[in-house]
């Protein structure tokens, strides 16, 4: 969930960050005496900065009852601390000629501006204020709630696609908190309240666990008396470590269908558990190439199911192997002109064990490699690109090494290894499939 | 390539108004008469390269609605002895990024390679623009795309909005037409439609281009001139008349099943040449453009909670401009969002901004102009659409002393301008409180034909 109106938090493959012969990114780490961890990554190219904090600690954190509590924190972080007054950070940051905002997810919340480089010192000055001096008034936390429901109402209610996605979401992870939407439940979200949000903020935000990431014109060497003198200041606080419930494992198969009068095309998905990069480095490389050639137009599924057989007018797939306990890989699919649901599920399945059947060729996963690899070269090419896509590895769990030499790890997969992930974890049982159809009109 | 989904495809070409001062530009024209800007960039090992031919869906009639759309759509589905499915093998196994778009005044393309892919790339590049295929089955797996996207379309709420507007604000004009098609044009559309369309589009005297990495500029000469220099020299097509505002009605309402209400306002807006231009840009800032510190997320969004974001925009156009706010409210709340906007926007028009405000305005216009070129690809995009607007190869440093010299005086008058009489008011979904609507059952142009 965004804090902003326009901002998409773009799905940043997880293949996007590398290249074969060097480092991706060659970030610079260093951790200060309170436990905070810092990386910068340099690219010179304009004088600007982009400046992350990220908290590990995110909507899968919540006590249960209080869903939306992480997210909605996120946004009191914006209603003031002694030096900044409700609504000013922005403002602050734009008078900078610079751009801020926040993100949370289940795993972790994220604040992010990009300013000129003579202005990281007191954007880093105005981030560690706020990390545990925050102090709202009550009549803004009551505003700011009534905004937080807007952006379910916006975002979630008014958007059937969404909708299905979270009773799917809460069907794939029975009894853990993936289950609950970021955003919060609209009966949870009437009752959040500012001692909840403290309770959270008094839990988890520590320097001790957070990371600073800064990419853009800037080295580690300039960047680390910034941080002794703003976040070094900071004392280091217990911090429980994440205990999340545990999923089940569910047999059968789940189905959940949403029908309704105003929609005219529908949508077959199917979202599966899978390990995450950080429970299984090896599956999760077979993943992200299984992405690539089962996806996109000029994947597997594309060319049976839109190019030859035509039931499908789009097809795709998507792993998103970034999370600290199991991730997700999902199949999507819209049926060509006059072809039912029914027909077209079959004709992907089918599809994907015809491929387990012949399974790939050396050739195949070479050049998927080859141009994953390619790929990864776009990772510098912007400002933020390389501060998010790092955040997001160390935040779920990995260690700089693995983001940094990802493309290469993937020349050690064979073509079994990639069929084998296919067959175990992509034609599986263990998924909910979602159908979105239009529903006759009642006479 | 892939049809996306999108809903606000339709939306608007925004002016540019992010221009950097940290631009070294060449400005030439080729040989072949072709107008190029170039930012050599060695910081890379990338080339990125967009192009722009001044005209688009505009000129498609009503009964072949979402033709440019299409063309956008089947060009680099094969060209040459490359049928599409290997067409778009080469680009995918050499991480070639390339696609068309069509535009209300412009049809673009983008390109991005990596610098040792560069042969292949261009090869590609020429071979789409000079020899499309067209082959029928390439079409109609497009087409198929193209009639998924609009019925995903008529069910969503912000582009029926946007749909519902675009219909009214410029009536009687081409601009109020589907540029993404109608179920039933877009069924109509042929082989020999898309041909004639691509002759149509493409030629030399009106085709920009923007190129920034690693390139030299006799490289970039020696490209545009190989992609596009056998491309027809002129066109005959003469200018449009210009939309103006009808006049303004009922608020038009289209009802939907969902618990807010999608609000629309549009009044008149200013060109990108007019004089004023600049004390607009400043003047939107303060009133809806700046994100959380404009006067209407203070005090709509973060004093009183009513929605979770509203905003405003200059919306160009080379035969329209108009002005627009648009936001998601729950139904009681829009009835009072409305009036809240109006008496803002008689604020904006009686009283002088203070000079904090003003001071505020423009240090983030003229402070964000490096931090919005960080990528190849926005870099050459840029390079395109300052020639598009006319700008001269100075523009960067002008934009500065622009924004600067703009004065409370200027923004009052510019804000009369902006924000003259009522707006046309346009809802969908919840029915809202309080309010006479104009009732309406259909959307205009998006299953059928509509007349005019």
């Known amino acids: ?443 | 390539m892939r049809v996306f989904l999108c809903a606000f495809c339709l939306v608007m070409t925004l002016s540019s108004h992010a221009f950097a001062k940290v631009l070294d530009i060449q400005e030439f024209v080729t040989e072949k008469g072709i107008k190029v800007w170039l930012v050599p960039d060695q910081s890379i090992p990338v080339i990125a390269l967009s192009f722009a031919f001044e005209t688009g869906t505009e000129r498609n009639p009503p009964a072949k609605q979402g033709l440019a759309r299409l063309l956008s759509n089947t060009l680099d589905e094969g060209a040459g002895d490359i049928n599409a499915k290997n067409f778009q093998a080469r680009l995918r196994d050499h991480a070639i990024d390339f696609s068309f778009e069509a535009g209300r005044d412009v049809f673009s393309g983008n390109l991005r390679t990596l610098s040792r892919h560069k042969e292949e790339a261009f090869k590609l590049l020429k071979l789409a623009v000079t020899a499309p295929r067209f082959e029928a089955e390439a079409i109609e797996r497009m087409r198929a795309a193209n009639l998924s996207s609009i019925k995903s379309n008529i069910g969503d709420a912000d582009w029926i909005a946007s749909r519902l507007l675009f219909d009214r604000i410029y009536k009687g004009h081409p601009y109020a037409l589907n540029s993404g098609g109608t179920l039933a044009s877009m069924k109509a559309l042929t082989a020999g439609d898309l041909k004639g369309e691509w002759k149509r589009i493409a030629t030399r005297d009106r085709l920009y281009v923007g190129i920034t990495g690693e390139v030299t500029i006799e490289e970039a000469k020696k490209i545009v001139d190989d992609t596009f220099g056998t491309l027809p020299e002129k066109s005959t097509e003469k200018p449009l008349e210009k939309a103006t505002m009808p006049q303004v009605g009922k608020p038009v309402f289209y009802a939907k099943d969902m618990p807010q209400t999608v609000l629309w306002m549009a009044w008149d807006g200013i060109s990108v040449s007019d004089p004023d231009y600049y004390a607009g840009v400043v003047a939107d800032y303060i009133f809806g453009g700046g994100g959380f510190s404009s006067r209407l997320m203070a005090e709509i969004r973060e004093k009183r909670g009513l929605t979770y974001g509203i905003q405003s925009d200059l919306v160009n156009n080379d035969y329209a401009d108009r002005y627009v706010v648009m936001a998601s409210l729950q139904p009681a709340n829009v009835a009072p969002t409305i009036e809240a906007v109006n008496k803002i926007a008689d604020e904006m028009k009686s009283k002088d901004v203070s000079p904090d405000e003003l001071t505020a305005a423009k240090e983030y216009l003229t402070g964000s102009l490096p931090l919005g070129l960080s990528s190849s690809a926005r870099i050459a995009s840029t390079l395109v659409s300052l020639q598009l607007n006319r700008r001269p190869v100075t523009a960067l440093d002008d934009y500065r002393a622009k924004i600067e010299a703009v004065t409370p005086a200027d923004i009052r008058r510019v804000t009369a301008r902006l924000l003259n009489g009522q707006p046309q008011v346009v809802l969908v979904g919840a029915k809202p409180d309080g309010l006479e609507l104009e009732t309406l059952t259909s959307i205009p142009n998006a299953e059928t034909v509509t007349k005019q």
Do not use: C
């Open chain 1, 1 to 443: 969930m965004i804090r902003r109106v326009s901002f998409l938090l773009v799905f940043l493959a997880w293949a996007a960050t590398a290249h074969a012969s060097d480092k991706v990114y060659n970030a610079q780490h260093a951790t200060l005496d309170n436990g905070m961890q810092v990386i910068v990554i340099p690219v010179h190219r304009t004088p600007a900065v982009t400046h992350m904090v990220w908290y590990m600690a995110g909507a899968a954190e919540e006590p249960q009852g209080i869903s939306g509590t992480a997210h909605f924190l996120e946004h009191l972080l914006f209603k003031g601390t002694p030096r900044v007054p409700a609504g000013k950070f922005s403002e602050i940051v734009q008078r900078m000629g610079g751009n801020d905002n926040a993100f949370t997810s289940w795993d972790y919340t994220a604040f992010f501006q990009t300013v000129p480089k003579e202005k990281l010192a007191d954007v880093m000055a105005m981030e560690a204020e706020r990390m545990n001096d925050l102090t709202p008034k009550l009549s803004d936390v009551y505003s700011e709630k009534q905004v937080v429901m807007e952006e379910r109402r916006q975002n979630i209610e008014s958007d059937p696609g969404a909708l299905l996605g979270e009773r799917m979401r809460q069907a794939l992870f029975p009894n853990h908190p993936y289950g609950r939407p970021i955003i919060g439940w609209m009966p949870e979200m009437q009752g959040l309240t500012w001692v909840d949000s403290l309770a959270f903020y008094k839990k988890w935000y520590a320097p001790n666990n957070a990371v600073l990431v800064i990419s853009g014109d800037t080295t580690l060497e300039e960047v680390l008396p910034l941080a002794n003198s703003t976040y070094g200041q900071l004392k280091r606080e217990d911090v429980p470590i994440r205990a999340r419930t545990a999923s089940p494992k569910m047999d059968g198969t789940v189905r959940v269908t949403y029908a309704r009068p105003d929609i005219r095309e529908p949508q077959w998905i199917r979202m599966l558990r899978v390990p995450s990069v950080r429970q299984d480095t090896k599956s999760s490389l077979s993943l992200s190439l299984l992405e690539d050639l089962l996806g996109g137009n000029t994947g597997r599924l594309y060319q049976d199911l839109v190019v030859s057989q035509k039931l499908a007018s789009n097809v795709d797939a998507a792993y998103s192997g970034y999370a600290w306990d199991d991730a997700t890989f999902t199949l999507y699919a819209t049926p060509a002109s006059g072809v039912s649901l029914e027909k077209l599920e079959k004709a992907v399945t089918e599809a994907l064990a015809k491929i387990a059947a012949h399974g790939f060729t050396d050739d195949e996963i070479k050049k998927a490699v080859g141009r994953m690899q390619d790929s990864a070269v776009y990772a510098r090419d912007s400002l933020a690109g390389p501060a998010m896509n790092v955040g997001y590895g160390i935040v779920t769990g990995l260690t700089l090494d693995d983001i940094e030499t990802w493309p290469k790890q993937l020349e050690a997969l064979s073509k079994d290894d990639v069929s084998g992930a296919l067959k175990k974890f992509v034609i599986s049982e263990a998924g909910v499939t979602g159908w979105l159809l239009p529903e006759e009109k009642k006479r």
